[in-house]
């Protein structure tokens, strides 16, 4: 609230309840209102004038302040100041700029929400790719494993057999698997080699793009600085 309401000594009730003014009581001092301070503008009692915080400030009678104030507004509509169009129009140029402010921020808003939605869709498709990368390279190479696994399983039970065979005291019976037997012998008789099989030891997180390598940590420091306010432009409004 301004200050001068407070001085003027005249309540909001006094002013609310006649059209014509009527002269009330200084809060301050309870005393009647009878003159007009030109330097604060507010009514004052006696008192505020020779002791109050009015003292030594230039003071008219009412009637010649009441004078003097409708003189300027009577001036002020003559020169078209009290007009509506003069206050409408900057009124709707505020309004305009408030309006553009409110589309930008939503303008604004809806790129960061697509933008974020991009790169969420792409990092799971890319989590997806790896998860699926490294599910094949195991298949694969497990699958090398079980086939080994599968031939030593079947050189186990040849072995079995050649050793209940050679109890056998049926030499028809042992002559009719005479191949099965030297087959079996052959097979037992190979050394085992080596076969190469591939365990992925880690994840290569380095980030690639045109020549330009970042290591897991300089990529998520560019990642949490990433998505920063664009220039901003400049907006006047007539105000
Ligand atoms: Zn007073
Ligand atoms: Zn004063």
Redesign the pocket.
Known sequence: MHSDQT?SALSAKQLNSEDTLRVGECINHKRQLEAF??????L?CPT??MFG??KG???DQMDKATKDLRTQMDSAAKEGLLKLEKTETVLVDIRHTKLTFEESKQKVLKEIEQTFATIFKLIKQRKDEVVNLINQHYEIQVNNIDTQEQIWMDKQSRAYDVIKLAKSTNDYQLLEKATYILESLDILRQTPTYKNVFIVNSIDTTFNTNNISLNLSEFQKGLQNWIKLGESVLIQFKC
């Open positions: 001085k301070c030109t330097v604060c503008h507010v004052i505020c004038l915080e009015h400030h230039l003071v």
